[in-house]
């Protein structure tokens, strides 16, 4: 027999930890090492020993001490469950006791060997299920776990030392520890002790040190736990320091920061970081801003390529939007504690730089503060390749925002003209500076400085004596004038810059509100069907494009039917490749660009569940931030498919769990009613020969009564074996209602001995169309079912009748027993149910199959409560006239 497929229980795992956390969850505790033999076990026992003397409930679980007298002494005082035995291959093997652990409920439990595989028949098929069921319970938990066995670092192990680990633990597992404690030795250290016996013995600790434990795979193990547990740190750290506003970095190990633009020596920029972060062991962060000016299509090509070549080198690659460069970068770098900033030698005019107010790396020295600037000189070739003006380019507002203010300070100057004899030229002056900040709310930076400057000469052409020249007679109109456009080009740019930050910040205010929305809306939805549904309408109108997604697994990607665009075959192409190889694809990329969409995986945990595509017209583009936001979008998408895969995994993982209970009780109840009339018969034939007359009409009535019960219990199986097959067919014909009842009573007269029997059939009742031998079944088994559910000597009443108004006939068995409980009506004709003061012996399938037969013919049964006492059974078959009836 082959056991059933499983869910995987990582998955199983994931659901409990995300949808079914209690309140309060225990705190687990991991002893993490690089390899068997560091000493994980030893130091979970001091701990455990520590916490003991604390007063705390410590109750071992199980720990595997290897026969090392040095552990099995740190037991001593420990409370130590014993473990379960499980059968498997004609063999017991002792496993961890979860059940005995949730009853005892200690404050601490320890469970040794997180990443062990449980016996077939355990109630999880991994070890660290049950420890996240105790957490779940409320239970504290420690444990040990080696580097090998995490999912994540399962193939690095393999390269390093060509060992294929088959017992892996996910990292959310990991991530689940609220403390780690890593068990550290030298390689030489623990040579030594694999050769005085302490790791592995004979033979196995000889083979150990020639393949496993060499110097070279120590070493980089010992690495490979030291880098997890910094990267765990490290991470936490970021955590930490997001949580509240930072103004500083915290040097606790060094971060790389690279700016990355248009420019072909960004290329150089993000290789030269590349191996910095390399020589230095750092992580590294690869960052581009978004000016609010428009890039020209080349240009957010080139930046699209380089970001693409850091993510492909191992960046964490970072989309911004600030008009300001360098305040961007060093905003981002106090957000990721970069400690250390990247960028390249400007390559503009000295002039163009003072009037920016310096360069790049000018205004980054003077805001960075405790970071470090890296400063980087372009190669040659990229010199002559790049145009300096791509970086900063001059900008050039549309030619209506022209148009526009040109007809503002025409309709000014029109206007002032009449107002100058009153007003005097000074107050002209005020109204034309008003005009250009009021522009500046308007129009872009561009023509705001125009308008200062044409303002300015107007001013001084129409309204400053003398008038309609362009010299100044008077030093204090000269001092008036210069210092009206110094102020005007001042208060044009600072209402302009003003105007940029404040649409940068509605841009992450909207990127920030979509994902909100996003994460509303598919917290809210019911279904999965609903939340793919909302997901991409949203997408749809914030894009302003087409949207579908195709799910797996499987053999292949179904489109959901939400999608808003259909799929040619070379787009269905795409999203496979997409998904197969868990990188995006399509339009917007260097894979496949030639392609209608951008093809976006839904990747969770290194496996792509989906892929969602975005298609927007032809003529029509997607920025680098939206497409960054689209693959939000995606991570989105592919938590709650992965939430639903789990759910049904879940489900169905519940189901096999009652089936096999199922399968257990039925197995037990039927050996039970197999054992128990063959004990009979078994005990009556040894009795049989020695036994005199009277004695063996006696056992000749006990083998009659258990060869009957016997009977009965085959019968029922054999029925509802035809029933959930299908096989069952019936053989309609028309019947007599007394020869029917006198058959059925004909069956279970002997056990109806001890009751009354009242029977109430009509001469007069026509014959009506059923399956004779299931009918008679059917009525048997009720009053069988009478019977053995009430008293001795209380009456059974068996009736028939009919009911012309609906066409129908119904036989009824009432009793005067019991009755029928209320909690088992809405289950009273499953299978397998019994009643809890029901008597020993049965399997609850009398009425199962009672239902199943009358069902068959296109009857009803219905249960119910007799007046005065007892229950009362109904069935009701369809009646159709017989027309004429030969006479005998």
């Known amino acids: 027999m082959t056991e059933p497929s499983r869910p995987d229980p990582d998955a199983l795992l994931s659901s409990l930890q995300r949808d079914e956390r209690r309140a309060r969850r225990g705190r687990l505790k991991v002893f993490f090492g690089m390899c068997p033999g560091v000493g994980k076990t030893y130091a979970m026992l001091r701990a455990a020993q520590q916490e003991l003397r604390d007063g705390t409930d410590v109750v071992v679980g199980l720990v595997e001490t290897h026969g090392r007298a040095e552990t099995e002494a740190l037991l001593a005082g420990l409370t130590v469950l014993p473990r379960r035995k499980v059968p498997y291959r004609e063999m017991e093997l002792a496993e961890f006791d979860l059940e005995a652990m949730l009853a005892r409920r200690p404050a601490l439990a320890v469970v040794d ?59 959310t597992v990991f991530e689940l520890a609220d403390q780690i404690e890593l068990v550290d030795v030298t390689p030489e250290t623990l040579r030594e002790r694999l050769q005085e016996g302490k790791v592995y013995l004979g033979e196995r600790a000889e083979a150990a040190a020639e393949g496993f434990f060499r110097d070279a795979n120590l070493t980089a193990l010992r690495e490979l736990a030291l880098r997890f547990v910094a990267e765990r740190v490290d991470k936490r750290l970021r955590e930490l320091r997001g949580a509240a506003p930072v103004k500083t970095i915290w040097r606790s190990g060094e971060r790389l920061l690279v700016a990355v633009g248009p420019s072909p020596s960004s290329v150089q920029l ?36 380089n970001l693409a070549l850091a993510r492909e080198l191992g960046a964490e690659v970072v989309v911004t939007h600030d008009d300001d460069v360098a305040g961007a970068l060093v905003r981002v770098a106090l957000q990721s504690n970069a400690t250390q900033i990247v960028v390249g030698k400007s390559r503009s005019p000295r002039w163009l730089d003072w009037v920016r107010g310096g360069s790049l790396v000018d205004r980054l020295l003077r805001q960075a503060g405790p970071i470090d600037i890296y400063v980087v000189p372009a190669e040659r070739a990229a010199e002559k390749t790049a145009d300096w003006s791509e970086w900063r380019p001059a900008e050039a507002g549309p030619g209506r925002e022209y148009v526009e203010m040109l007809a503002a300070l025409a309709l000014l100057t029109s206007v002032s003209w009449f107002l100058v004899p009153h007003a005097g030229y000074l107050s002209i002056g005020l109204l034309y500076l008003l005009a250009v900040i009021a522009l500046s709310l308007r129009v872009g930076r561009g023509p705001v400085l ?112 939400a999608g808003s665009c259909s799929l040619t075959e070379k787009e269905l192409a795409v999203a496979d490749w997409a998904w197969r190889n868990r990188r995006k694809a399509g339009r917007f990329t260097d894979t496949l660009p030639s392609a209608e969409g951008l093809h976006l995986p839904l990747v969770r945990d290194d496996a792509a569940v989906g892929v969602l595509v975005v298609r927007v017209e032809r003529d029509a583009s997607l920025t680098l931030a939206q497409r960054d936001l689209a693959e939000s979008f995606a991570t989105q998408l592919a938590l709650v498919v992965e939430r639903e895969q789990l759910r049904t995994a879940s489900a169905r993982e519940q189901l096999l769990a ?70 069952l067919q019936p053989r309609l014909d028309w019947c007599d209602a007394h020869d029917l009842v006198n058959a059925a009573l004909d069956g279970v007269r002997d056990a109806l001995g001890a009751h009354p029997l009242e029977t109430a059939v009509p001469a007069d009742l026509p014959l009506f169309r059923a399956d004779f031998a299931l009918m008679e079944q059917v009525i048997a088994n009720l009053l069988l079912n009478a019977a053995l559910h009430t008293p001795a000597a209380t009456p059974i009443f068996l009736a028939a009748g009919i009911d012309r108004a609906r066409s129908r006939i119904c036989f009824t068995v009432a009793d005067r027993g019991p009755g029928l409980p209320a909690a088992m009506r809405d289950r009273l004709f499953q299978k397998f149910q019994r009643g809890d003061a029901a008597k020993a012996g049965g399997l609850g399938l009398g009425l199962s199959i009672i239902r199943g037969f009358v069902v068959a013919q296109g009857g009803e049964i219905v249960a119910g409560e007799n007046p005065g006492g007892g229950a009362v059974f109904t069935v009701y078959l369809p009646y159709a006239p017989h027309g004429k009836v030969p006479t005998e």
């Open 113 to 171: 060997e997180l990443a062990h595989s449980n016996a077939p028949g355990s109630r999880h098929p991994k070890r660290y299920q049950d420890v996240v069921e105790l957490l779940d319970a409320g239970i504290d938990v420690h444990t040990t776990l080696n580097v090998q066995h995490l999912e994540s670092r399962a193939d690095a192990v393999r390269q390093i030392t060509g060992a294929t680990v088959r017992e892996t633990v996910p990292d």
């Open 270 to 305: 993000v290789r030269w970081t590349r191996r910095m972060a390399a020589a230095q062991g750092a992580s590294w962060i690869a960052v581009s801003v978004e000016a609010s000016r428009s890039q020209s299509a080349a240009a957010q090509r080139r930046v699209e390529q």
């Open 450 to 561: 125009v308008a200062g400057m044409v303002s300015a000469l107007t001013w001084n052409f129409l309204f400053i004596p003398p008038l309609f020249t362009f010299v100044i007679a008077k030093f204090e109109d000269g001092l008036m004038f210069g210092t009206y456009f110094v102020v005007a080009l001042i208060a044009g740019q600072l209402t302009a810059r003003i105007r940029a930050q404040e649409r940068h910040e509605r841009l992450r205010e909207e990127r920030a509100t979509a994902l909100f929305q996003l994460t509303e809306a598919l917290s809210a939805a019911r279904t999965l069907d609903d939340a793919v549904f909302a997901a991409l309408r949203q997408a749809d109108a914030l894009f302003a494009a087409r949207t579908a997604l195709l799910l797996g697994p499987g053999p292949g990607l179904t489109p959901h039917f």
């Open 658 to 727: 009652e089936s096999e209970k199922l399968h257990r009780a039925l197995l037990d109840g039927v050996s039970h009613e197999l054992k128990t009339p063959l004990a009979v018969l078994d005990a009556a034939l040894e009795q049989f020969a020695s036994a005199d007359a009277g004695t063996r009409a006696t056992l000749l009535t006990e083998v009659r009564t258990a060869s009957r019960r016997l009977n009965r219990l085959v019968n029922n199986l054999l029925d509802q074996t035809r029933l959930e097959s299908g096989t």
